[in-house]
């Protein structure tokens, strides 16, 4: 009976919130001062825990970091679907901002894929102006961004070579035919469904978590249509190769999962736990996955230059 006490119950649950603030301060390029902190306290007879708490990164911090992403998103979907990126309206802010690189349109065969896409760009364009304006003065620049379809040593091109797609010298470009266009939607959507399934727990705000939830909500229809689509037309194995590519980036624990089934009769469009639940990843790992690398650092792959704002480093996973 005792162990079933509120006071306990509440107890476990606060040492179970500062577990996962550790957890987020080491994976994110706030780790250094939090734990910086969390020393001198400690040796002066303060608490490390309530430091590490009180660094926590702020609402409109976790929303600049989604708010890089859904720049690259929608640059992605702009140019696939209408040949040309966002607005300049839609790009400055805080921070350094910079150029987009590479980008065309879609010769699109299939209508239906036409569609879905065209769906999906105003829906992604809409995020952007959605989170720009829910922060304002606060909302970081757009950062510079690499798209290239034609570089061989493009991030789409070496992405795909990690998954095995192509070999050294060729290229891949995403923007090509209708089955390129979904292998690269395919990179971003789920790494968007992670990130903001990752970042729920940190934002303190209602307004801004039911928010949230709800571009969440979004992206995880986006992944799901592009998975559908990309089952239907047998791009099982492909997608495997990419997911097993972006698990070897973010950390030892095989989560990723492709659109192929335990069997042939059996798809996996919703990549799920035992328990039927979608992971999450943390800020760094999702930087990881954009950076094309595995080190700590602060910039590559598909931002050059690194994201603007104050969550901007990789994890290390060396």
Do not use: W
């Amino acid at each position: 009976m005792f162990n079933s006490s509120p006071i306990i119950d509440l107890l476990e649950r606060r040492a179970v919130k500062r577990e996962e603030r550790r957890h987020f301060f080491r994976k994110t390029g706030g780790v250094a001062a939090g734990l910086a902190v969390g020393t001198l306290l400690g040796a002066c007879g303060g608490s490390g825990d309530d430091a590490v708490a009180q660094s926590a990164p702020t609402d409109a911090e976790i929303l600049n970091f989604a708010l890089n992403l859904e720049y690259l998103e929608a640059q992605f979907y702009q140019y696939a679907v209408f040949g040309m990126g966002l607005p300049a309206s839609m790009m400055t802010g805080v921070g350094t901002q910079g150029a987009i690189t590479g980008g065309a349109k879609v010769p699109f065969a299939d209508p239906l894929v036409a569609a879905y896409a065209k769906e999906i760009a105003k829906d992604e364009l809409d995020h952007v102006r959605f989170l720009r304006a829910a922060l304002g003065a606060s909302a970081v620049a757009h950062p510079a961004i690499n798209i290239s379809g034609t570089d061989p040593n493009g991030p789409f091109s070496v992405a795909a070579r990690a998954a095995g797609l192509i070999t050294a010298g060729q290229v891949f470009n995403p923007f090509a035919d209708d089955n390129s266009f979904l292998l690269g939607a395919y990179i971003f959507e789920d790494v968007g469904v992670t990130a903001y399934k990752g970042a729920s727990p940190l934002i303190s705000s209602k307004t801004f978590l039911e928010a949230a939830a709800g571009i969440l909500a979004a992206e995880a229809y986006h992944a799901g249509l592009v998975r559908t689509v990309m089952y239907a037309k047998g791009l099982a194995s492909a997608s495997v190769a990419i997911s097993n590519a972006r698990d070897s980036l973010d950390g030892s624990t095989d989560v990723d999962q492709g659109i192929a089934g335990a069997t042939p009769d059996i798809a996996n469009i919703v990549p799920l736990d035992d328990n039927g639940i979608a992971f999450s990843r943390s800020p760094g790992d999702v930087l990881n996955i954009v950076y094309l690398n595995k080190d700590a650092v602060t910039q590559g792959g598909f931002f050059p230059a690194g994201v603007n704002g104050s969550l901007a480093m990789s994890s290390a996973y060396v």
